[in-house]
């Protein structure tokens, strides 16, 4: 069982800089795949960033050379550096954790309960 709690979401203009936390509980952190998602009012979820067990990220076409996810298994944590913010990155980002294939697409496990990002332009 995986517990994800994140925070660092928040306000903040066109342009700016956030970074999202996601902390974990239990002793698999450093061995199961983490990832954020998130979505828009309106929209699907969809993912943002994912990073595997040995450290392998991935991004969305648009979040690429902006938002950097990263992991520090010493702490339980997921990070997404969230870089030249534009409107429309205005969302719910969640947390995601231990990755499986199910009918030949990823799933994750655990989620957290998500944390508002609001970009103004």
């Known amino acids: 069982q995986v517990q994800l709690l994140e925070s660092g979401g928040g306000l903040v203009q066109a342009g700016g800089s956030l970074r999202l936390s996601c902390a974990a509980s239990g002793s698999i952190f450093s061995i199961i795949d983490m990832a954020w998602y998130r979505q828009a009012p309106g929209k699907q979820r969809e993912l943002a960033a994912s990073i595997t067990s040995g450290g392998r990220t991935n991004y969305a076409d648009s979040v690429k050379g902006r938002f950097t996810i990263s992991r520090d298994n010493a702490k339980n944590t997921v990070y997404l550096q969230m870089n030249s913010l534009k409107p429309e990155d205005t969302a719910v980002y969640y947390c995601?954790?231990?990755?499986?294939?199910?009918?030949?697409?990823?799933?994750?496990?655990?989620w957290g309960q998500g944390t508002q990002v609001t970009v103004s332009s």
């Open positions: 995601a954790a231990d990755r499986r294939v199910r009918a030949g697409a990823y799933v994750y496990n655990y």
